[in-house]
């Protein structure tokens, strides 16, 4: 056998390992967006509560049929995926997704200045209001493509060809109760998705929930805050409305979403958002990573609302 040929398999099995065979093992990490200091629209304790597991419990691989010569690709679809040893650019999983999952949707709840506090615990009782929900799906599907060569598919990916794709989707549905009287107050249901095809230069993470339920946070989150009732008496109610008619609204939307909003310094929270603000002047600064940050002097009279559509301006390098 010449050395010529002797590189070239070398290389193919190389490539092979490198994309199924030496994955690195996945933890789940999550980060809240950072903690909002105001007044709790609702003044009580919310108990999160792990998710009731609700997925399908079947998974198949099929990654070996990519060496069948017809095939055009090996694939892998997963309903439990944290059960898997190995994934398409990673390898086993730690992760418990009621669990974990649960842990980060209460600590973006406690972030979130809605209520006095939020924590996860295995005990609804524990709070005055109980948040739990059920984890419809954690579906994961992922190929390797072979190009209907078998194995010598793999000498495609090392001269620029795909060397598959992944995809992530999360679904949860949510229910907050009285821990006392076991009314519901505010149901919701998230699904998020997340897809890529990659090459064997670059395969990127195949592991995207921890982003998928920071997207559904954000949409949980503004739904709390627009549809929560405010638990409070109708006295307080109506003080309330008094106060307000000394201040007006300021609803920022940026493109792209996402932007973290500080109002004289202070963080508000992400876009799109809503705020409550005294009539006068007040210093409106936006921050997204990849873009430019954003200052503007906004003026509010009493009992106004004011929107801020902005286009935010990638920096120099940064993509859209």
């Given at each position: 056998?010449?050395?010529?040929?002797?590189?070239?398999?070398?290389?193919?099995?190389?490539?092979?390992?490198?994309?199924?065979?030496?994955?690195?093992?996945?933890?789940?990490?999550?980060?809240?967006?950072?903690?909002?200091?105001?007044?709790?629209?609702?003044?009580?304790?919310?108990?999160?509560?792990?998710?009731?597991?609700?997925?399908?419990?079947?998974?198949?691989?099929?990654?070996?049929?990519?060496?069948?010569?017809?095939?055009?690709?090996?694939?892998?679809?997963?309903?439990?995926?944290?059960?898997?040893?190995?994934?398409?650019?990673?390898?086993?999983?730690?992760?418990?997704?009621?669990?974990?999952?649960?842990?980060?949707?209460?600590?973006?709840?406690?972030?979130?200045?809605?209520?006095?506090?939020?924590?996860?615990?295995?005990?609804?009782?524990?709070?005055?209001?109980?948040?739990?929900?059920?984890?419809?799906?954690?579906?994961?599907?992922?190929?390797?493509?072979?190009?209907?060569?078998?194995?010598?598919?793999?000498?495609?990916?090392?001269?620029?060809?795909?060397?598959?794709?992944?995809?992530?989707?999360?679904?949860?549905?949510?229910?907050?109760?009285?821990?006392?009287?076991?009314?519901?107050?505010?149901?919701?249901?998230?699904?998020?998705?997340?897809?890529?095809?990659?090459?064997?230069?670059?395969?990127?993470?195949?592991?995207?929930?921890?982003?998928?339920?920071?997207?559904?946070?954000?949409?949980?989150?503004?739904?709390?805050?627009?549809?929560?009732?405010?638990?409070?008496?109708?006295?307080?109610?109506?003080?309330?409305?008094?106060?307000?008619?000394?201040?007006?609204?300021?609803?920022?939307?940026?493109?792209p979403h996402g932007a973290k909003v500080f109002i004289d310094g202070e963080y508000k929270?992400?876009?799109?958002?809503?705020?409550?603000?005294?009539?006068?002047?007040?210093?409106?600064?936006?921050?997204?990573?990849?873009?430019?940050?954003?200052?503007?002097?906004?003026?509010?009279?009493?009992?106004?609302?004011?929107?801020?559509?902005?286009?935010?301006?990638?920096?120099?390098?940064?993509?859209?």
């Amino acid at each position: 056998m010449d050395k010529k040929r002797v590189v070239i398999i070398v290389l193919g099995i190389a490539a092979l390992l490198i994309m199924t065979g030496c994955a690195s093992q996945r933890v789940w990490t999550y980060t809240a967006d950072p903690s909002v200091r105001t007044e709790p629209l609702v003044n009580k304790s919310v108990a999160v509560t792990p998710l009731a597991d609700k997925r399908e419990n079947v998974n198949h691989s099929m990654i070996g049929l990519m060496y069948i010569p017809v095939m055009p690709f090996g694939w892998m679809t997963l309903n439990t995926p944290e059960g898997g040893q190995q994934h398409i650019t990673s390898g086993l999983w730690l992760f418990r997704p009621n669990e974990d999952i649960a842990k980060g949707i209460a600590e973006e709840i406690n972030n979130s200045g809605i209520f006095k506090e939020a924590f996860f615990t295995n005990r609804a009782s524990e709070g005055e209001l109980n948040l739990r929900g059920n984890l419809t799906s954690t579906y994961y599907h992922g190929k390797l493509f072979s190009y209907c060569i078998s194995s010598f598919g793999v000498y495609l990916w090392l001269i620029g060809f795909p060397a598959g794709s992944y995809k992530n989707n999360l679904e949860i549905s949510f229910e907050l109760v009285e821990s006392s009287t076991g009314k519901v107050l505010w149901t919701a249901t998230y699904k998020k998705d997340f897809g890529k095809v990659f090459w064997m230069y670059a395969p990127g993470a195949d592991f995207r929930y921890d982003q998928l339920l920071k997207d559904i946070m954000r949409d949980a989150i503004q739904s709390l805050k627009r549809d929560l009732p405010s638990g409070k008496s109708s006295q307080e109610q109506t003080q309330q409305k008094e106060a307000s008619k000394d201040s007006g609204i300021i609803s920022i939307t940026t493109d792209p979403h996402g932007a973290k909003v500080f109002i004289d310094g202070e963080y508000k929270g992400q876009t799109p958002t809503e705020v409550s603000l005294s009539s006068g002047t007040h210093q409106i600064f936006l921050q997204r990573q990849l873009y430019k940050p954003y200052n503007e002097s906004v003026s509010i009279e009493k009992g106004q609302t004011r929107t801020l559509n902005i286009k935010m301006s990638p920096e120099a390098g940064g993509q859209r």
